[in-house]
């Protein structure tokens, strides 16, 4: 429940999201609410939904898929920040102001 709320959050407050990388036109930074916490609140979203699932599923064989999850998230946000760096103004401002990535105080 709580993953789903931060997702419904998430889409509150960032009408840019979309599934492929990319910069809309007339995009800005959008650095309040989770976006002051994290630098990518969806992904926090969907890390605590991939953890769960294991525990609801009562799965061992899900833990093992989602320990291949934060390998390419963590790959993606990569490529993801490079594109907004060089294409979205004020991001490599805001990259600076806010270290974490999905994780506060760890990542």
Known sequence: ?????LYAEVLRENTYLSRTIEVQKG???IDTGLYS???????SATLVL????????G?????V??????????KRICDEEKLLEAELQGYTDYKNRLK???VPFFW
Do not use: D, E, N
């Not at 429940?1 to 709320?5: N, R, V």
């Not at 991939?50 to 599923?57: K, Q, R």
């Not at 799965?59 to 833990?63: A, R």
């Open 1 to 5: 429940m709580l993953a789903y709320l």
């Open 27 to 29: 995009q800005k930074v």
């Open 37 to 43: 916490i994290v630098r990518h609140p969806m992904y």
């Open 50 to 57: 991939f953890l769960s699932i294991p525990f609801v599923l």
């Open 59 to 63: 799965s061992v064989f899900s833990v």
């Open 65 to 74: 898929i989602f320990l291949a999850y934060p390998v390419i998230i963590a």
């Open 100 to 102: 974490y990535k999905i």
